[in-house]
Nanobody, 114 residues
Framework: QVQLVESGGGLVQPGGSLTLSCVAS????????MSWYRQIPGKEREWVSY????????RVAPAVGGRFTTSRDNAKNTVFLRMNRLKPEDTAVYFC???????WGQGTQVTVSA
């Protein structure tokens, strides 16, 4: 029943921007903190960001600090990741995750390359 559908990825040049979206269903969205993770093939999944259930508190990983921002729209069951000043090392598949729910969607590919 739980669904997490990520979108918004694509190919972007270094220094560019993308906004990722994740539409959730199958649980009470506004009761769960939401996080973004990313994964490069062959490497461990890396935590990227966190936003509290009410959207009032956010955290981002040091590797993306100052460049990425996360937010949510509880009326639309959607969490966002705004990515600015992208670097090649940001290339990964990006996943959203709901606190206390062990479910992963298909992710969305972000490729940063000249």
């Amino acid at each position: 029943q739980v669904q997490l559908v990520e979108s918004g990825g694509g190919l972007v040049q270094p220094g560019g921007s993308l906004t990722l979206s994740c539409v959730a269903s199958g649980f009470t969205f506004n009761e769960h903190a939401m996080s973004w993770y990313r994964q490069i093939p062959g490497k461990e999944r890396e935590w990227v960001s966190y936003v509290a259930s009410n959207g009032l508190s956010t955290r981002v990983a040091p590797a993306v600090g100052g460049r990425f921002t996360t937010s949510r729209d509880n009326a639309k069951n959607t969490v966002f990741l705004r990515m600015n000043r992208l670097k090649p090392e940001d290339t990964a598949v990006y996943f959203c995750s709901a606190a206390a729910i062990d479910y992963w969607g298909q992710g969305t590919q972000v490729t940063v390359s000249a």
